[in-house]
């Protein structure tokens, strides 16, 4: 399975009053690790915007396993759990750079048209892309 990693540096502004990463900012480092399996992959998703499509969130599921702190480094673990006509998965792990996992989560992506938000398929917008991820995927939809 291919799996890409991304390090980030958890700054003093992504921690809560307690000191501790606060929650939805494991939300922008998924973010941050699908932007970089895709790179890894030889596509950009600014090209697919600039080609006039979108992959909105439409499900989203985290579990939190183990806090985060200013001064630690996240290791963002991504990979496309599954991929269908129209929705791709992915799975994620974050974890400390001991390698202890601090959060485990999937989100779900609809690619869409992005004048009118109907969904396309993939492989109609990009056959060498729809074909990698058919190549790494985990399972089918």
Do not use: C
């Not at 809560?16 to 895709?38: C, F, P, S």
């Not at 702190?69 to 991929?83: D, L, M, P």
């Not at 269908?84 to 974890?95: A, C, D, P, V």
């Amino acid at each position: 399975m291919f799996v890409s990693k991304k390090e980030i540096e958890i700054r003093y502004a992504e921690t809560d009053q307690m000191g501790v990463v606060y929650h939805a900012n494991y939300l922008v480092w998924m973010e941050i690790g699908r932007t970089k399996l895709i790179e890894d992959l030889g596509f950009t998703y600014a090209g697919l915007e600039a080609e006039g499509y979108l992959a909105p969130v439409i499900d989203l599921s985290i579990q939190y396993k183990a806090a985060m702190k200013y001064g630690q480094k996240a290791i963002v673990h991504t990979w496309v759990e599954s991929h269908g006509k129209l929705r791709t998965i992915y799975g994620y792990e974050i974890r400390h750079e001991d390698g202890t996992l601090s959060a485990t989560a999937t989100s779900e992506h609809v690619l869409v048209k992005k004048e009118n938000f109907r969904p396309v398929s993939l492989r109609k917008v990009n056959e060498a892309w729809e074909a990698k991820y058919n190549d790494i995927k985990r399972s089918s939809n």
